[in-house]
């Protein structure tokens, strides 16, 4: 696996790949390319066996539209270089989305598993003072969400910080997404990156010049994938393709071994086990194998990383079978591993796009936050009543009843999950639509850099109208 810093240099490189499908000057796409800032803290915190002290970032990389937007990972492994990288992709997927952020990113380097989850809380809070008081987390200017290693726990004990050092600020649950809902956050966040890698992947079997070239056949149904990472997104994009889509699900590698089932393996019972032992050893749903990586390299239809980045690169990416490779992760390929990919057939949808899901519904849990008002609270009566008088209508001209079961689905109307869901199934469709008609009428080779060449062109188009 390379280095964090081949990462963000892996990331500049896809960027100057595209670049030559865009007419903006170099001094504009220098402005676009480079991090803005990057922040960096060393802070100490008083815990039981003594003061410990802790380093983490936070990098804007782009703001051509406030807030700034990214999630905060806790990693052991983390570094500056890292994080300015995935700032940068946060910028790009924002714009390719068409959400009104800029791109931010941050990280703690912590193993979270060596503390409980008491100091896990006090650590946090500690870091989210820090960031709070310099305004790199605030409502209006930049909004963390969770990443590897954190989810809703972190991020309502980061809202809750921000409430007490602004009591008054009658939008500070707005400062950080991903929350609990009981605290403010938005049912369907938690799932939401799992879910578009689903609803992306649905839109790529829609566009049968996409999948027969790369010798796939019609529909998911069937469809043989391996899986790497089973955390928030890894685990939510299996359930879903398996449950809702029929998928097999044939390997799931974690970091400490792989479970692997010809048959496909039962995604939740598999979840059920590892939560309680923290391994597959000895999971009844498949067999264990300790050489987790390898099976990166395994046939399979779809291939999806769901951990880190640079897990494929020039030393594995000749050996990979997968037709279709589907980014949950961020940067999971690197540059020259994504040519030795392209150059196989091997069809990529890239992070910017795939892992699109968990900004999407950030997005629309910020937004719930400043209108301080459920979505579909005001028009669901209205649209109920609406139905029934509808019903009513074509009940008396056909003198015919209708089945109830319809009655009942149009009555009932849409719940706040339905809204969002249907929100991000909305964007994530437009986003690949509009990525791969770029892809054909500009000539590009493939979905990641027509997908980097909208996003660039739409960023240069912002900084445009503000006069740079
Ligand atoms: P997570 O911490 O919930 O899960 C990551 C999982 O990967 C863990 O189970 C971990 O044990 C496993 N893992 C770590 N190293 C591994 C290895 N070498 N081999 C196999 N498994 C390994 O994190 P997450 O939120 O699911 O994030 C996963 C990826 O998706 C990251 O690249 C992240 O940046 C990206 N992402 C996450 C979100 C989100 O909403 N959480 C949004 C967009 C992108």
């Known amino acids: 696996m390379l280095a964090n810093k081949d990462f963000l240099n892996s990331t ?3 960027f100057d790949k595209a670049i030559q499908y865009t007419d903006i000057s170099p001094g504009l796409a220098k402005r676009i390319k480079v991090c803005n800032s990057t922040y960096t803290i060393n802070f100490g915190v008083k815990l039981k066996d003594g003061i410990h002290t802790f380093t983490g970032w936070r990098s804007v990389h782009s703001e ?3 807030p700034a937007k990214g999630g905060i990972r806790y990693d052991i492994a983390s570094s500056q270089k890292e994080v300015e990288a995935l700032a940068a992709l946060m910028t790009y997927k924002c714009a390719i989305i068409e959400v009104p952020f800029g791109g931010s990113k941050g990280a703690l380097k912590i193993n979270p598993k060596n503390w409980t989850e008491a100091e896990i809380e006090k650590i946090t809070r500690r870091f989210a ?3 709070i008081k310099r305004d790199l987390i605030n409502p209006a200017q930049n909004v963390p969400a969770p990443d590897v290693g954190t989810g809703a726990k972190e991020m309502s004990w980061i809202a809750d910080e921000y409430r007490r050092i602004f009591p008054t600020d009658i939008n500070a649950l707005a400062c950080v997404t991903g929350k609990p809902p009981q605290k403010g956050g938005l049912v369907g966040r938690s799932e939401a990156t799992g879910r578009g890698v689903q609803y992306i992947i649905r839109e790529f079997f829609r566009h049968k010049d996409d999948y027969q070239p790369v ?5 998911l149904a069937g469809k043989n994938i391996a899986i790497q990472g089973f955390g928030n997104v890894g685990f939510h994009a299996a359930k879903f393709l398996q ?8 390997c799931i590698m974690e970091h ?7 048959k496909g393996i039962n995604v939740q019972a598999a979840k059920n086990f590892y939560m309680q032992k923290g391994t597959f050893d000895g999971c009844s749903e498949g067999v264990f194998k300790e050489d987790s990586a390898s099976f990166l390299c395994m046939k399979c239809d779809i291939l999806i990383p769901a951990a880190l980045e640079n897990v494929i690169d020039m030393s594995n990416a000749p050996d990979i079978q997968a037709k279709l490779i589907v980014e949950a992760a961020n940067g999971p390929i690197s540059f020259e591993a994504d040519e030795i990919l392209l150059k196989k057939n091997i069809a990529i949808i890239p992070d910017i796009m795939a892992n699109a899901g968990g900004v999407a519904v950030s997005y629309f849990e910020w937004v719930r936050n400043l209108r301080h008002i459920r979505f579909g609270r005001l028009e669901k ?14 009940e008396t001209m056909t003198g015919k009843q209708m089945p109830e079961k319809f009655k ?16 991000l199934d909305d964007m994530i469709r437009e986003a690949y639509q509009k990525v791969r008609l770029a892809k054909i009428e500009n000539s590009i080779p493939d979905l990641r850099t027509a997908a980097y060449k909208i996003a660039i062109d739409r960023i240069a188009i912002s900084y445009d109208s503000i006069g740079l």
Do not use: M
Request: proline share 2%; glycine share 8%; charged share 30%.
């Open 12 to 14: 500049n490189k896809l």
């Open 64 to 66: 051509h539209f406030e």
């Open 129 to 131: 003072q820090e960031l």
């Open 215 to 219: 010798g796939l056949k019609d529909g």
């Open 243 to 250: 449950e809702e889509d029929d998928c097999k699900i044939i």
């Open 256 to 262: 400490n071994g792989a479970l692997l089932n010809p």
């Open 381 to 394: 009566r209205r649209n109920a009543y609406q139905f029934e008088t509808l019903i009513a209508a074509i």
């Open 408 to 423: 009942d689905q149009l009555i009932e109307g849409s719940s706040e999950i339905d809204l969002v869901r249907s929100g």
